[in-house]
Every structure is written in structure tokens, then in C-alpha cells.
């Protein structure tokens, strides 16, 4: 009996080493992908929230709104 808990042990030891490995190889390039994009992200916000900013191409415009009631 006291060589199935080792068998056990050492199994789920293994299990979890080769599931972090995995994870590690596939999540590693996820979060470095979400960095980059969070970088560009927050560079685009404070250049368009600057006060003497100009308007840029890729900045979204917004629609006309009528002041007349109706």
C-alpha cells in the first residue's frame, strides 16, 4: 500500500511539473502579446489625451450632434 502513495506522490508531482511546463511555454507568448498591446494601448490614450495633442488619423470621431430640440 505504501508503494501506490509513492507512485501516487511522485505522479502527480510529475503531472504538475509537465503542466507548468506546458503552461508556461504557451501562456509565456500570451502575456507577452497582452503587454505589447497594453503598452500601445495606454500610449495611444495619453496621446490623445494630451492637452496640445493634434487630432490623429487612427483617433475616432465622433458624430455630429444637433443642438435644434425637435
Same mark, same amino acid.
Given at each position: 500500500?505504501?508503494?501506490?502513495?509513492?507512485?501516487?506522490?511522485?505522479?502527480?508531482?510529475?503531472?504538475?511539473?509537465?503542466?507548468?511546463?506546458?503552461?508556461?511555454?504557451?501562456? #509565456? &507568448?500570451?502575456?507577452? !502579446? @497582452?503587454?505589447?498591446?497594453? /503598452?500601445?494601448? #495606454? &500610449?495611444?490614450?495619453? !496621446? @490623445?489625451?494630451?492637452?496640445? /495633442?493634434?487630432?490623429?488619423?487612427?483617433?475616432?470621431?465622433?458624430?455630429?450632434?444637433?443642438?435644434?430640440?425637435?
Amino acid at each position: 500500500m505504501q508503494d501506490f502513495f509513492v507512485a501516487l506522490f511522485i505522479g502527480l508531482i510529475l503531472g504538475w511539473l509537465i503542466e507548468w511546463l506546458i503552461d508556461w511555454r504557451v501562456w #509565456r &507568448r500570451e502575456f507577452a !502579446a @497582452l503587454r505589447q498591446e497594453n /503598452a500601445e494601448l #495606454r &500610449r495611444q490614450l495619453s !496621446a @490623445l489625451t494630451a492637452p496640445d /495633442a493634434p487630432p490623429t488619423a487612427d483617433a475616432p470621431h465622433a458624430a455630429p450632434t444637433s443642438t435644434k430640440g425637435g
